[in-house]
């Protein structure tokens, strides 16, 4: 039941997830579920909520900057919901290994 819940709350998450205000807690009301459960949720996975909307959210940055459609990175970032360019660049040399840029320069 809760494994399903889950899947529930992240598929309304990637709805969501060009959403630059989306929160941990306008998730867990947006889904009529307390933080303290929407943590809970999350415990079934490998990743904390809070890991588990970044980790979507670089994805969909890495794809959207690979598609190269003329948004810059920081627009790109802001859309995402990343304080700033550098925030994301951070994120994502952390996880991918390679800035945003080289991404970018790559697929053109």
């Not at 810059?72 to 925030?87: K, R, V």
């Amino acid at each position: 039941m809760r494994q399903a819940r889950l899947r529930s709350v992240q598929h309304w998450i990637e709805q969501h997830l060009d959403d630059p205000g989306l929160s941990l807690e306008r998730i867990a009301r947006a889904n009529n579920i307390s933080l303290r459960y929407l943590h809970l949720l999350f415990g079934l996975c490998e990743m904390s909520a809070s890991e588990w909307l970044w980790h979507r959210r670089l994805q969909r940055a890495y794809d959207l900057i690979a598609k190269g459609d003329g948004q810059s990175i920081t627009e790109i970032a802001f859309a995402l919901g990343f304080s700033s360019s550098a925030h994301v660049s951070t994120m994502f040399r952390r996880t991918y290994g390679v800035s945003p840029r080289d991404v970018g320069r790559s697929r053109r």
